[in-house]
């Protein structure tokens, strides 16, 4: 959260309530009926951040054949603020390279280590044998409601896989996981963005590691 304001325009008729970072203008005209519209409320750079080092179990992210840079860009920043330190991309997924990355990662992609691979499946295989517990985020016949995930199921290590936003994960990987989990739907959609998905999991995952 920046410093800034929102005006509401004085016009009674209009009354357009907006966001403004521009602190060093106290004039200003509503962008709808162009009447003079003052500072209503003042925003300062001040909050509480709450600390989320007590998470420290470690997750690694595989981000498999995501498609949308916007999507990637997302997932990095919601692995900064958990803080997350590593990522693996693997496949057809964009990289912080990408000129259009930083639009979502807003400023946390420096903070974050990356590492490509070209073989998501054969990575997943290397990560299993090093310790890792593989985790897949799918809905399928064969996975478990997040909420059915307990301490008692994790291990120290994990890698969170994520997949491709129309084909899903890929099936091969679905196969040497040690969990698949899917996030129960109440609506008539079959899915969520790949990116609030992982969102979900990841903070399911950061709480229930300190239960």
Known sequence: MTAGFFRECSNPDCGFRYPDLNITCELAYCPKCGELAPVASRINSNFKKYNSSEYHREIIPLLDNIRSVYNVGSIIRTCEGFGIKEIILSGITPTPD????????????????????????????????????????????????IGQVNRDLLFEHLCLVVGNENLGVDPEIQKISDLVIAIPMAGEKESFNVSVAFGIAVYHLSIIARI
């Not at 073989?119 to 593989?134: E, P, R, S």
């Open 98 to 145: 990408h000129p259009r990355m930083n639009k979502t990662g807003l400023g946390t992609i420096p903070n974050i280590k990356w590492r490509t691979s070209d073989n998501g499946f054969k990575k997943a295989i290397k990560l299993k044998a090093n310790g890792f517990q593989i985790i897949c985020l799918e809905n399928t016949q064969a996975a478990i409601s």
